[in-house]
């Protein structure tokens, strides 16, 4: 662990239990940024997930700074909001036509620490909240099953004539 000999490594506070507090230790940032994706395309502030990776400590504690500041004023930094827009060709047709490729979103790596640590600490919670039927956005919630089962349901009503509604919540 890069975190140790004397940084501060201080344990959470307490808080109750129907109390959600947000206060990541250096620990936490350390293994964010270590869980960042690498050989990825680098948001508009031009740090790549390596660079951060090879910053050692130094980099650990600057970026825990950054999230430590959002965690008290709870305010997510400007230059976070966002990113860089980039065409990814669906692997379809022409690469060259639009109809053919999906719009990107690049952000910083930086940005990308606290939003998984905030997810990281929602994500319990969160899965005790949502239905059984929800799909997408969750562990194990992929949207394919529900896709083909939509599609099947068209086909069903084609064949027999009927007509079919899809509601989406």
Known sequence: SVVQDGANTSTRPSAPADEITFCPTPTDVESAIASLGSRKAH???G???ELWSAGGLPA???LHSVVHKLAVTQQWPWRWKGGR???LWKRKGDSRACDNSRGLLISDHAAKVPRSLIKQQIQPGLEKLLPRSQYGGTTGGGTDFPAHIMRLMIELSVVGSKSVAL???
Do not use: V, Y
């Open 85 to 87: 827009l980039a065409p």
């Open 43 to 45: 948001g508009p502030d």
């Open 167 to 169: 509601l989406f919540l």
């Open 47 to 49: 740090i790549t997930a």
């Open 60 to 62: 650990c504690l600057m």
